[in-house]
């Protein structure tokens, strides 16, 4: 079984910033379409940044020139740098994995993996 296992939220004020990461076991993530989504409350669950198997990367136009997703494939491990934070960045983020390599600008039901969120909490 695929699992993914998500870290490194908290609780920040506005303009404050947080690191993520995603380590996943039972595969190796470099060969596929990896995934940072959050959902607020209330909302549904949305694609903040995803990232290919060549590292190409985008990102949701609200968290542009703010957010930066990247992948150690050294260590297995998916990150999501969080800068300038805005309280409406306040959700779970979840790591997730797609069966495919690159255009990883698809839709959530595409995503065959998830983690189970780590909570980012922005206070103005």
């Known amino acids: 079984q695929v699992q993914l296992v998500e870290s490194g939220g908290g609780s920040v004020q506005a303009g404050g910033s947080l690191r993520v990461s995603c380590v996943p076991s039972g595969l190796t993530i470099s060969t596929y379409c990896m995934g940072w989504f959050r959902q607020a409350p209330g909302k549904e669950r949305e694609a903040v940044a995803t990232?290919?198997?060549?590292?190409?990367?985008n990102y949701e136009d609200s968290v542009k020139g703010r957010f930066t997703i990247s992948k150690d494939n050294d260590k297995n491990t998916l990150y999501l740098i969080l800068n300038s934070l805005k309280p409406e960045d306040t959700a779970v983020y979840y790591c997730?994995?797609?069966?495919?390599?690159?255009?990883?600008?698809?839709?959530?039901?595409?995503?065959?993996?998830w983690g189970q969120g780590t909570q980012v909490t922005v206070s103005s």
């Open positions: 997730a994995l797609a069966s495919r390599r690159y255009g990883c600008w698809v839709s959530r039901d595409d995503y065959n993996y």
């Open positions: 990232i290919g198997d060549i590292g190409t990367s």
